[in-house]
C-alpha cells in the first residue's frame, strides 16, 4: 500500500497505483453506463424518424439537418461504448492506465457529440413542431448554452474554488 501522500493514493487515499486504477476504471465505467444508455435511447428514436410520415414532407434543410443529427449520434454512441471495447480487447494486458486515459478522452467527446446531437435534435423537433426557424434556432442554441454551463463551467468552476479553498487552508497551517 502507498501512503496517503505519495501520487498513487492522492489526498485521503491509501491505494497502490494498481488499486487507484480499479477504482478509476470502475467509476468511468459507471459514467459510460449513465451517458450510454441516454445516447441509444436517443439514437434509436432519431433511426426511427426517418420512418414516420411526416418525415417525407421535410424541407432539404431539415433532412441534411436530420442527417447531420443522426451521424452525430452514431458517433455519440460509439465513442461512449469504445471504453468497453477497449476494454475487452486490451484486458490483461497491464494497460489500464493507458485504457483509463484513453477512455477519459473518449467519453469526453462522446459527451460533445452527444451534447451536439441533442442540440441539433431539438433544432429538427423545434422547427416542424413550431414553425418559426428562428425560435427553434434560439431556443436550441440556449439549450447548447445550458450543456456547456452544466458540463463545462460549473465543474471548472466547482474545482477552482475547492482548490483556492484547499490552498487557504495551507498556507494557514
Partial sequence: MSDASTPGGG????????????????????????????AQILFGFLLSVA???????????????????????????????????????????DLKPVLIRTGSRLLGLGLTLLALTIGCALLLLLRTATGNAVLAAVVSAAGL?????????????????????????????
Avoid at 478509476?24 to 459507471?30: A, G, K, P, S, V
Fill in 11 to 38: 489526498p485521503g487515499r491509501d491505494e497502490s497505483p494498481q488499486e487507484r486504477a480499479d477504482r478509476q476504471w470502475d467509476e468511468m465505467l459507471q459514467e459510460v453506463r449513465v451517458a450510454q444508455t441516454g
Fill in 51 to 93: 420512418f414516420t410520415p411526416r418525415f417525407a414532407t421535410l424541407g432539404d434543410f431539415d433532412r441534411n439537418l436530420y442527417t447531420a443529427t443522426v451521424i452525430l449520434g452514431a458517433c455519440a454512441t460509439a465513442s461512449l461504448i469504445a471504453p468497453v471495447a477497449f476494454h475487452r480487447l486490451l484486458a490483461g494486458h
Fill in 145 to 173: 448554452a445550458y450543456f456547456a454551463l452544466t458540463w463545462l463551467v460549473l465543474p471548472s468552476l466547482l474545482l477552482r474554488h475547492e482548490e483556492r479553498r484547499a490552498g487557504g487552508r495551507r498556507a494557514g497551517r
